[in-house]
């Protein structure tokens, strides 16, 4: 039940974000035994730039909500905006604090995004 409730709130929550016009969002728990929320958001944008700032909002909603639910180890990298023209934005465009430039995705713990928006 609890899985279910948090890509259901998740999604809930960023479906309201402008410029978001869809999310299939999932969660689950990987082979490490961490839980994890991964799918894409549809943002309708016509430049990168526009769609990495509402990107930026659907991710700063996503960490918000497990912070608030005392959740800072779920991965949220598998969380991927694609854009109409089939660009895709991830976590790693955000320029978060990551030890190397080869960081994997599903390394991406919604507590590495805390000091961007502001949680401790």
């Known amino acids: ?3 279910k409730d948090r890509a259901e709130l998740i999604t809930e929550a960023v479906l ?12 689950g728990t990987n082979n490490r035994f961490l839980q994890y929320v991964a799918g894409d958001v549809e943002i309708d944008a016509t430049s990168a730039s526009t769609g990495l ?10 960490v918000t909500i497990l912070h608030e639910r005392d959740e800072p180890d779920t ?12 660009t895709e934005l991830t976590a790693l465009e955000l320029h978060p604090e990551f030890p190397t430039e080869d960081h994997r995705l599903d390394y991406v713990g919604a507590s590495s995004l805390y000091s961007r928006y502001g949680l401790s």
């Open 53 to 62: 700032g509402i990107y930026d909002d659907v991710m700063r909603t996503a």
């Open 1 to 3: 039940m609890l899985r």
């Open 16 to 27: 309201e974000i402008p410029g978001v016009t869809g999310a299939s969002l999932r969660t």
């Open 75 to 86: 991965r949220v990298g598998g969380i991927t905006g694609r854009l109409p023209d089939g």
